[in-house]
């Protein structure tokens, strides 16, 4: 009875091991199970965050313009000749007499200082002068009858020549007072300030009892600034494939939006005659008339040369382009993937499209509405194309 109930007693543990083993196994294939589960869902997220940080774009190829009878290019206008007025001498702003607007001629008067420091210098500088004038005759009346008692044979020779170095230090004396009396009255002469050239002032930088320093040294030491503005030169950068059309002589006409259904007509004056190669433009330097003053520096103009343009010709939305401290900038998408940032020449404007003159390519895309934060060699997913009609 009692082996029995040991036997009854052993297979109950057995079973209690058994039971607790299958508890463990399933224990244990959960956990593994949870783990993959949990594993498996940051893959999928890391993935998805992965693709999340690769911006989405879309692309458009630049539109193609048909050939044009004429090179239409953005210039601005310059000066023929400006210059600012500095002072040559120290002192205070005594009148002025031209503002800014007004029209001079070559030598009219602009302003006086006063200058009462070099006045006094003058003084004593011609004082000295006088001084010394009257030692040299001193000298020289003492030389020449030095010389005479010599002949008599009154006096030493060393004597006479001492008489006659004192006077050839006396006409030493004089000739340097002179000149440091020409030199103050140049400097007096520099209180009035005159035009170096006709023109108008375009600016006035001083006023009625202003601290005037010589020099162009310091702050606001700009008096005026005289501009010749006829002829008016007018600066274009043409693009390089234009470069060939562009010669010396060549007729031109600009618009300005100042004047509209204008045309004011130049001719080309001279070229750098090399290639920037940083923006593959032809520097060239425009001259038109402008007797009547009508044609202001600093203007921008639509400058139309009369030549045939066969070059493919691109415009692009205003939307597509980055325009940043370095240039305007269009963002384009390679093959790969990456983004590229491309210099580009800008042409006329029309309104919600620009003319691109260069730094593109027809078969490139490029990304429309890009971010500001876009980066070179940054990787993107394109989405679509947009179209660009």
């Known amino acids: 009875m009692a082996y029995e109930t040991d036997v009854v007693a052993n297979t109950q543990k057995k079973h209690?091991?058994?039971?607790?083993?299958?508890?463990?196994?399933?224990?244990?294939?959960?956990?593994?199970?949870?783990?993959?589960?949990?594993?498996?869902?940051?893959?999928?997220?890391?993935?998805?965050?992965?693709?999340?940080?690769?911006?989405?774009?879309?692309?458009?190829?630049?539109?193609?313009?048909?050939?044009?009878?004429?090179?239409?290019?953005?210039?601005?206008?310059?000066?023929?000749?400006?210059?600012?007025?500095?002072?040559?001498?120290?002192?205070?702003?005594?009148?002025?007499?031209?503002?800014?607007?007004?029209?001079?001629?070559?030598?009219?008067?602009?302003?006086?200082?006063?200058?009462?420091?070099?006045?006094?210098?003058?003084?004593?500088?011609?004082?000295?002068?006088?001084?010394?004038?009257?030692?040299?005759?001193?000298?020289?009346?003492?030389?020449?009858?030095?010389?005479?008692?010599?002949?008599?044979?009154?006096?030493?020779?060393?004597?006479?020549?001492?008489?006659?170095?004192?006077?050839?230090?006396?006409?030493?004396?004089?000739?340097?007072?002179?000149?440091?009396?020409?030199?103050?009255?140049?400097?007096?002469?520099?209180?009035?300030?005159?035009a170096p050239f006709s023109g108008v002032i375009t600016k006035r930088n001083t006023d009625i009892g202003a601290l005037i320093n010589a020099g162009n040294s310091g702050t606001n030491q700009e008096l005026f600034v005289v501009a010749q503005i006829d002829p008016i030169r007018v600066y274009v950068d043409v693009p390089e494939i234009y470069a060939p059309s562009v010669r010396d002589h060549l007729n031109a006409t600009i618009e300005l939006p100042a004047f509209p259904g204008r045309r004011f007509t130049g001719r080309v004056a001279r070229s750098a005659d090399a290639i920037d190669p940083s923006t593959r433009t032809l520097r060239t330097e425009i001259d038109v008339p402008n007797r009547d003053g009508e044609l202001f520096p600093g203007s921008y103009a639509q400058l139309h040369f009369g030549v045939h343009v066969a070059a493919v010709r691109l415009s692009v939305p205003v939307n597509a382009l980055l325009f940043r401290a370095e240039g305007p900038r269009a963002a384009v998408v390679s093959s790969d993937g990456k983004v590229h940032l491309k210099a580009v020449v800008i042409g006329r404007d029309y309104g919600n499209d620009v003319e691109i003159l260069g730094g593109l390519d027809p078969s490139e895309n490029i990304i429309l509405n890009p971010s500001d934060s876009l980066e070179e060699g940054q990787t993107v997913h394109v989405t679509k194309e947009g179209g660009h009609s």
């Open 16 to 194: 209690s091991y058994i039971l607790l083993l299958v508890l463990g196994v399933l224990l244990i294939a959960g956990a593994a199970v949870a783990l993959v589960i949990r594993l498996g869902e940051r893959r999928a997220l890391a993935k998805e965050t992965e693709v999340l940080a690769v911006p989405s774009v879309i692309v458009i190829q630049p539109k193609v313009a048909p050939p044009q009878e004429e090179l239409v290019l953005p210039s601005s206008l310059e000066a023929y000749t400006e210059s600012p007025i500095y002072a040559r001498t120290s002192g205070y702003l005594q009148h002025w007499y031209k503002d800014i607007g007004s029209h001079v001629q070559k030598g009219q008067l602009l302003a006086d200082i006063e200058t009462p420091e070099i006045d006094q210098e003058l003084m004593q500088a011609r004082a000295a002068r006088n001084q010394a004038e009257a030692q040299l005759d001193l000298a020289k009346t003492s030389a020449q009858r030095w010389d005479t008692l010599r002949k008599m044979d009154a006096v030493a020779q060393q004597e006479t020549d001492e008489k006659s170095s004192g006077y050839a230090q006396a006409q030493a004396s004089l000739a340097s007072s002179t000149a440091n009396v020409r030199r103050l009255e140049q400097l007096e002469s520099f209180k009035h300030i005159y």
